[in-house]
């Protein structure tokens, strides 16, 4: 459909906590598709609606194709995601579609399980483990207003990155 723009640091709607989604019409599935659109644009694997200015619970996350991970290249839609149990932690790098230019060290659980809705509005429960639970968190934290800085144990914990070249390297 559509590659919206993604919404500077600064924006206030990335402060703030989402609203529920409430209708699963044709509307939220156009808003899914510029989703997906945005995400794969940019090169990201995981997306909340406030990220292009929408606030509202939803998520998308995909992981590439080459990602050592048992659901590498699945592509998961959720509204109004929830975390229900979260188990483990370790210290991963992180960087951000909303913050560009930047990259920190953040500890995350490793293994979680997500309830939330399809784009149907129904029912779905999610078990996630390594990469994948880490991305799940950090949209699930866009929607509470939330970013990854924000979980640094320390300042010292993030740093600059140039953009990556044409071949993928630094």
Not at 85 to 91: D, K
Not at 104 to 112: I, N, Y
Not at 135 to 156: C, K, N, T
């Amino acid at each position: 459909m559509a590659v919206r723009p993604l919404v500077q640091p600064n924006d206030p709607v990335l402060r703030r906590r989402a609203r529920r989604v409430t209708s699963f019409g044709d509307p939220l599935q156009s808003l899914i598709t510029d989703m997906m659109d945005t995400m794969r644009a940019n090169q990201g694997v995981g997306l909340a609606a406030p990220q292009i200015g929408v606030s509202q619970q939803i998520v998308v996350i995909q992981l590439p194709e080459d990602e050592e991970e048992v659901e590498s290249g699945k592509l998961y839609v959720l509204c109004n995601p929830k975390i229900v149990r979260r188990q483990g932690e370790e210290a991963g790098v992180e960087g951000c579609l909303s913050l560009p230019g930047f990259a920190g060290e953040v500890p995350r659980a490793t293994t979680l399980t997500v309830k939330a809705q399809n784009p149907q509005g129904e029912p779905v429960r999610i078990k996630a483990q390594g990469f994948l639970a880490r991305v799940f968190q950090h949209e699930i934290d866009h929607l509470q207003g939330g970013l990854y800085i924000d979980r640094l144990e320390s300042p010292d914990k993030l740093w600059t990155v140039e953009p990556a070249d044409e071949d993928g390297s630094l």
